[in-house]
């Protein structure tokens, strides 16, 4: 169609890109659109189509463009782009308003993709999530963040006294600026319930009770007789970092 020829989307560098051209958030993100596109590097680019500027990756553009030739992402799709294309500078964490904690504006993100879906891709985005670099697990001091896969691995709140990852194989624990921050105990109910439904459902995330980590840490390094992938888990076992992680641990219950 000529609308499809006439350059439309104003991207970060100045250039104007036709409807083709451009790639736009899902149009379920609706106000948030312009969220992830601000979160991406300022060259970001998918599939061989550009991001245009934050102001024209709203609902309302996404849905219209992608009926003129534009590439609206899936919200699964949408997680890999986050995970691959997020700048760790603009995406790094910002303070809530009730000062207790500080917002993860990725995670927020995915939160809004696992809410706003429904049915098969619902289940594709739990499933994208789990297997994308996208559970925080550490904050810099500058405010970025590490975030990493959980895969296989078992995904746990920290314990509060945990400020910062402790070096188990084989369990991730969330970042604990972004879950518990400041917050008292009876605080956190009120905080971030709204939150920890989604985070179970994206990530699997456990309560970090002391079993549930030996279960998951070092029962499965007791077995009779060890296959080599399990001597070598004993190995990172008895590390001085590991130990002392565990005794951490046990120390909190």
């Not at 746990?156 to 624990?173: D, I, M, Q, V, W």
Request: net charge negative; hydrophobic share 40%.
């Amino acid at each position: 169609t000529e609308l499809a020829e006439v350059p439309l989307f104003p991207t970060e560098d100045g250039s104007v890109l036709c409807i083709p051209e451009a790639v736009l958030p899902p149009a379920i993100l609706e106000n948030e659109g312009k969220s992830f596109r601000e979160v991406l590097s300022a060259d970001a680019r998918w599939s061989e189509r550009l991001f245009p500027s934050a102001e024209y990756c709203t609902g309302r553009w996404s849905a219209v463009a992608a009926d003129h030739g534009a590439l609206s992402l899936s919200p699964p799709d949408a997680l890999t782009v986050l995970a691959a294309l997020a700048d760790s500078q603009r995406s790094a964490l910002y303070e809530d308003e009730s000062g207790g904690f500080e917002i993860d504006p990725v995670l927020e993100l995915c939160v809004a993709l696992w809410e706003r879906s429904d049915g098969e891709t619902r289940d594709e985005v739990e499933r994208r999530a789990k297997i994308e670099p996208l559970f925080p697990v550490q904050r810099n001091d500058d405010g970025t963040v590490v975030r990493v896969t959980v895969g296989d691995d078992t995904a746990f709140y920290p314990p509060r006294s945990a400020k910062h990852e402790l070096p188990l194989h084989g369990l991730r624990f969330m970042c604990h600026d972004v879950c518990w921050g400041a917050l008292l105990p009876k605080e956190r109910a009120v905080f971030r319930e709204d939150r920890r439904k989604a985070w179970a459902a994206l990530f699997d995330i456990k309560e970090c009770r002391f079993e549930e980590v030996m279960r998951a840490a070092v029962i499965p390094a007791l077995v009779l007789n060890p296959e080599p992938e399990v001597m070598e888990m004993r190995e990172r076992l008895q590390s001085m970092n590991a130990l002392s992680a565990i005794c951490q641990l046990a120390g909190t219950y």
